[in-house]
């Protein structure tokens, strides 16, 4: 089976950087993902990591180490528009590649 | 907009109705999925369609049944309900169920919000 843990509430302030751990269990690894939801809003894809190190995608990154199964979602120069909840993906190798999603991280940024 | 659409945004149904939720994507897709999202709990997946089939199952119980008729289109029949059922439905789609990360990024659709009485 798998399993995902991360933090369920973060606050930060605007300007700040963030960031956003996720360490999981899995059977067999495949990549971890990142996505974003504003409240009331549908899931939005940010970033994949299928190797370990650190991607880039302007204010975010997202880092994973397969050896320590752990990754990371970072945000930088934070904005009042980043608070929402935040779910790192699990994508397996088993079968179809199946997807499992973490409780997700509620970000609030205050001024 | 992400190109996956879902209708109704929100439902309110008795125990005993029997209702339809509907997905669409836009993109051209292969792969199209079924999500529950409840409060405080994670994205739980229902069901998984790649090209019209069915590929996975994930322990949901037969009150739910879903639905392809095409890779454009997906439903998710509802009868017999429990409150506990009370949830967001999201649909997502994929290019495809494997490959690389341009293949595998889901978009969803903006969920419909059921409420079971």
């Known amino acids: 089976g798998q399993s995902l843990e991360q933090p369920s509430e973060v606050t930060a302030v605007e300007g700040a950087i963030v960031q956003i751990n996720c360490t999981y269990q899995t059977s067999g690894f495949y990549g971890l993902s990142w996505y974003q939801q504003h409240d009331g809003g549908a899931p939005t894809f940010l970033s994949y990591?299928?190797?370990?190190g650190l991607e880039e995608t302007g204010r975010f990154s997202s880092f994973l180490s397969r050896s320590d199964s752990y990754g990371y979602l970072l945000l930088q120069e934070l904005q009042m528009k980043d608070s929402a909840s935040y779910f790192c993906a699990v994508r397996d190798r088993g079968g179809y590649q199946k997807v499992t999603f973490g409780t997700g991280t509620k970000l609030q940024v205050i001024p | 907009e992400t190109g996956v659409t879902q209708t109704p945004r929100h439902l309110v149904m008795g125990m005993t109705n029997k209702k339809s939720l509907k997905c669409e994507q836009h993109l051209g897709h292969n792969a199209m999925y079924w999500y529950k999202q409840s409060a405080k709990k994670p994205l739980e997946l229902m069901f998984v369609y790649s090209l019209e089939e069915r590929v996975e199952n994930n322990s949901v119980p037969s009150r739910f049944s879903p639905e392809c008729p095409n890779s454009s289109h997906l439903f998710l029949h509802l009868h017999t309900l429990q409150p506990e059922d009370s949830a967001l439905y999201l649909c997502?789609?994929?290019?495809?169920?494997?490959?690389?990360?341009?293949?595998?990024?889901?978009?969803f659709g903006p969920g419909t919000r059921l409420t079971v009485l």
């Open positions: 997502a789609s994929s290019q495809d169920l494997r490959g690389g990360v341009m293949d595998n990024e889901q978009f």
């Open positions: 990591n299928a190797l370990d």
